[in-house]
């Protein structure tokens, strides 16, 4: 199945698993990965890159211009609700321009990727923005051991070093660092210049 269609069918298919996997983002974490967001972001024109249901983009508040993008279409039709300004796409080519926003981010979404695919989609965001975030599970996370969701059974569980050497590729500037209010499930990589 592709991508494109692995995407359509979660978001298009009501289940007590995707509820409660979404639940659980909204009530918790979407704040924690809202205030990583608000850390790196200079400017007010930030585009999440594979928004699913926007709750980080909502959580961010009212004094961006807030962007969300994604693959599925039962994803931005989810997500209107809480972000007007919402486009399908793949994120291994975005339709902007050149420099168009001062921050791409993303969370649940890179981990679906090798690295070599990471690597070009990194390349591509840094041509719509030269800063970049991306939220990954860490290799620290429970879920590496035992995942009671089983919605991502190839994800890639990041190191520190395993991801600051891809953002290296790409980036002048790289910073990476355990999200510790995240229980260190995730880890934060930015890239910019």
């Keep these: 199945?592709?991508?494109?269609?692995?995407?359509?069918?979660?978001?298009?298919?009501?289940?007590?698993?995707?509820?409660?996997?979404?639940?659980?983002?909204?009530?918790?974490?979407?704040?924690?990965?809202?205030?990583?967001?608000?850390?790196?972001?200079?400017?007010?024109?930030?585009?999440?890159?594979?928004?699913?249901?926007?709750?980080?983009?909502?959580?961010?508040?009212?004094?961006?211009?807030?962007?969300?993008?994604?693959?599925?279409?039962n994803a931005v039709m989810s997500a209107r609700k809480r972000c007007k300004n919402l486009i399908i796409c793949d994120i291994k080519k975005l339709p902007f321009r050149d420099d168009s926003f001062d921050l791409i981010f993303n969370q649940g979404v890179m981990e679906h990727f090798d690295d070599a695919e990471t690597i070009n989609i990194l390349?591509?965001?840094?041509?719509?923005?030269?800063?970049?975030?991306?939220?990954?599970?860490?290799?620290?996370?429970?879920?590496?051991?035992?995942?009671?969701f089983d919605d991502a059974p190839d994800a890639t569980f990041f190191t520190p070093n395993h991801l600051r050497t891809i953002l290296k590729k790409i980036f002048k500037i790289v910073k990476v660092n355990y999200i510790s209010e995240s229980f260190f499930i995730s880890i934060a990589g930015y890239g910019s210049g």
């Design 1 to 73: 199945m592709s991508n494109e269609n692995l995407w359509e069918r979660y978001w298009r298919i009501f289940s007590l698993k995707r509820w409660l996997i979404e639940m659980i983002r909204e009530v918790y974490f979407a704040s924690i990965f809202s205030n990583c967001v608000k850390n790196f972001l200079k400017g007010g024109r930030v585009l999440e890159a594979g928004c699913g249901s926007a709750k980080i983009l909502e959580k961010l508040g009212k004094g961006y211009i807030r962007v969300g993008c994604d693959i599925s279409h």
């Design 123 to 148: 390349t591509e965001f840094k041509r719509v923005s030269k800063n970049v975030l991306i939220i990954v599970p860490a290799n620290t996370s429970v879920f590496r051991i035992y995942n009671p």
